[in-house]
């Protein structure tokens, strides 16, 4: 074979390849192999640069730094959108449509995600990327054609048939939510700074002037439009463009849908809201078409904006505020962490008073003061955090954020070890109350022991009356203990007796999960229960068997060799073994222990019994990895009403789907009460 044509054979492969993972999400080779074929052509390229292509895979890594951006014209403009927030505003627009093309017949609309990220235009010659361009004023933009060559969901060329000889596609650049925590927290780690939010990360990735910066951001794309196209082949309708941007290996978003009448849109609306935390990517609301071109082109446009679309709007992640106080609160592991106090702003649907500021590096990162003006993010069910300071609005002399001297609960010293970005309390769950308070609510929560009835504020009423400072105290508890506290009566206090003995029933991982080994987790724990099967064996563990076992790493292990070295822990132990805490022998086989292992599943759609945290905590104590999207190494999907795009995604693999009700029937069969 020729020089050329082993160059040609392998950027075909590396193309298929590609779209195979970053587009389709069903790899067929491994990365080894991937990394084996990506060598041979940079060693082929290195050693024959003339050879270079600019529709090769090699240019996704970057190239020299460019001086600036060109300016780039837009053939045909990129418009913006008008906005609505209700059913209401909906309905007059679609009246205006009707209005406008003078009858009343149906209007098929099309619904799709608006993504939250950057829009492009993408310009193909004869199926090669040859300019990727930003949306600037609409009229015209940046070329970013160095930049948006790194982002692996592109197509650099096209290989389908029946492609135009020159188009334009359009589309929205965004950053994964996963990926985007993933990238901050180990800026965090590197103390360099951290993203502000995934619009904001994917924006300025874009515009760096360095592409091999923007090669190392975790960016992708869903393509919306053809903003244009030459040749024979002119579509009728929106849906049809999609499906042909689908067949010629662009990355089309799976949750987008026709509809014949408003009421389909209303239940779009509503049912892709309920889904947005698990999308994986920020939505700022839905995008509505008239899906007939024909239509679109009657209807027009006035100023810069379409008559034949709108945008209706989903309540903000993101709002400004004041933040009028910074307090530290004291955690399980004696992590010191500092809490803003905020006056309460309405953003993701909710109205927050409170946001977490993680450290002090992060505060320091930040530069926040008392009194600043402060952008707060929300998202689903995550903690809402400050991702901004408004400097502009700070008033003059603002006083700095400080890590206090000493505990503010029990007035020990606040220490940092090494290189650690958390500050922790030097008192130990035996001086410091709030550490024994959030110590004992890990050993009595679902997936530790299991304690029915045992809520925090009970738990933290008998800490401060002194009935229980230990986990094995909770077993010494009597009725007339219980009964004398406030709101206690006999019935409930008998109840809880019930539940603390039923608890003493329990298994070697979730027993290991309720000590609070920091850093070990349920999944941990299952995995260290797996291997050394009883309680003696970790106990008399070293660092170097403890680093063998799946999911435990270096830090980890030197972590539960220093719990176990403590007295005071090993005493706790024995004395929750006197009090009955037991549990059933393990085989050898970690089946037995584990019937899921190795099995990966998936969760869509909305659980009605059971939540989504909840699911996965059971899936994961039976040896499972509970993963974000679908894909052929996917072992199980278990759907919910409203699933979407992963159900789809599923059956066109043919990966095995059961409701609810057979997850109910499968965690009842191994003996898990979900109540």
């Known amino acids: 074979m020729s020089l050329t044509a082993r160059l040609d054979e392998l950027r075909a492969l590396i193309h298929y390849h590609n779209h195979r993972y970053h587009v389709l999400d069903d790899p067929e080779i491994t990365d080894s192999e991937y990394d084996t074929l990506f060598d041979e052509l940079l060693s082929l390229e290195d050693a024959h640069p003339e050879l270079v292509t600019i529709d090769s895979p090699s240019q996704r890594v970057g190239g020299a730094p460019l001086d600036g951006f060109r300016s780039v014209h837009h053939e045909r403009p990129m418009l913006s959108l008008d906005k609505c927030t209700t059913v209401s505003e909906l309905q007059d627009w679609l009246s205006r449509c009707r209005s406008r093309l003078g009858n009343d017949a149906p209007i098929d609309l099309t619904c799709e995600p608006k993504i939250d990220g950057v829009a492009v235009a993408l310009v193909y010659e004869k199926g090669v990327l040859v300019q990727a361009a930003t949306r600037g004023d609409g009229q015209s933009g940046e070329d970013i054609t160095a930049n948006v060559r790194t982002i692996g969901s592109v197509p650099l060329k096209l290989t389908a048939d029946e492609i135009p000889p020159r188009m334009e596609v359009r589309g929205e650049i965004y950053m994964p939510l996963a990926e985007f925590e993933r990238f901050n927290e180990k800026a965090r780690r590197e103390g360099v700074k951290a993203l502000i939010n995934p619009r904001n990360g994917a924006a300025g990735s874009l515009r760096q002037l360095d592409p091999k910066l923007t090669a190392d951001r975790p960016l992708t794309m869903f393509c919306y439009s053809l903003g244009w196209s030459e040749g024979s082949w002119q579509p009728e309708t929106h849906g049809e463009v999609l499906f042909r941007l689908d067949e010629w290996g662009f990355r089309v978003n799976p949750d987008s849908a026709v509809f014949r009448d408003l009421d389909g849109v209303e239940r779009y609306l509503s049912e892709l809201l309920a889904r947005r935390e698990d999308l994986g990517y920020d939505i700022d609301g839905v995008v509505i078409k008239v899906d007939s071109l024909a239509l679109q082109e009657t209807l027009g446009n006035v100023t810069r904006k379409p008559r034949w679309a709108i945008a209706y709007k989903y309540p903000a ?359």
């Open 317 to 675: 992640e993101e709002a400004t505020t004041r933040l009028l106080e910074v307090e530290f609160q004291v955690g399980r592991t004696g992590a010191v962490t500092p809490v803003a106090r905020l006056e309460p702003v309405f953003v993701g649907g909710v109205t927050v008073s409170n946001a977490t500021l993680h450290n002090m590096d992060e505060v320091a990162r930040l530069d926040v003061r008392l009194g600043d003006t402060v952008m707060v993010r929300r998202a689903g069910d995550v903690i809402p955090q400050i991702v901004k300071v408004v400097k502009s609005r700070r008033k003059k002399g603002a006083e700095k954020v400080a890590l206090p001297d000493n505990c503010p609960v029990c007035g020990s010293e606040i220490v940092r070890e090494g290189d650690e970005s958390v500050a922790r309390c030097s008192g130990g769950v035996m001086r410091c109350e709030a550490q024994r308070k959030e110590g004992l609510k890990h050993f009595a929560s679902r997936l530790a022991l299991d304690i029915e009835g045992l809520g925090d504020k009970l738990l933290e009423q008998l800490v401060e009356m002194g009935h229980v400072a230990t986990p094995a105290d909770l077993f010494r508890l009597d009725l007339e203990t219980l009964i004398a506290l406030p709101r206690m009566g006999k019935k409930s206090g008998e109840n809880l007796l019930v539940a603390l003995d039923k608890s003493k029933r329990t298994t070697l991982p979730r027993f290991i999960y309720a000590l609070g080994v920091r850093e070990v987790g349920e999944a941990t724990a299952m995995s260290l229960a797996t291997h050394f099967l009883d309680l003696e064996a970790l106990l008399n563990a070293d660092q170097t068997e403890l680093e063998t076992v799946e999911d435990v790493g270096p830090i980890v292990a030197r972590n539960i060799v220093s719990f176990f070295a403590e007295q005071g822990h090993l005493e706790m132990i024995e004395q929750l073994r006197d009090a009955g805490v037991a549990w059933q022998p393990l085989e050898k086989e970690k089946s037995a222990l584990a019937p899921l292992q190795g099995q990966t599943w998936v969760l869509t759609g909305t659980l009605e019994q059971l939540t989504r945290d909840r699911a996965k905590a059971l899936l994961v104590s039976l040896g499972a990895k509970v993963a974000g999207s679908v894909s052929s190494r996917t072992d199980q999907v278990v759907a919910g009403p409203g699933a979407g795009s992963k159900l789809a995604k599923a059956e066109s693999l043919g990966v095995p789907v059961m409701d609810e009700a057979g997850l109910l029937d499968l965690l009842g069969e191994r003996g898990i009460a979900i109540d």
